[in-house]
């Protein structure tokens, strides 16, 4: 699942539109949408977008083990 996805799906979990979202971050829509069709975020505008939806993201490497990185 791409980061497009998980981000169209928190925005539903929190009843806010990619609109709303793209406004929030300083973004016109039309500019958030076309970076939704490339799917491709840096790990800083990750965060600011879970910032705004009252989130955290977290980005990791789970192994098997039990050991995150």
């Given at each position: ?52 939806m009252g989130a ?13 990185i």
């Amino acid at each position: 699942m791409g980061n497009a996805q998980k981000i169209r799906m928190a925005l539903a979990y929190k009843g806010m539109t990619e609109s709303e979202l793209a406004k929030s971050l300083g973004k016109t829509p039309q500019a958030f949408n076309q970076r939704m069709k490339t799917d491709k975020f840096s790990t800083e505008e990750l965060s600011k977008i879970a910032e705004i939806m009252g989130a955290s993201y977290i980005s990791q490497f789970s192994f098997p083990d039990g050991t995150k990185i």
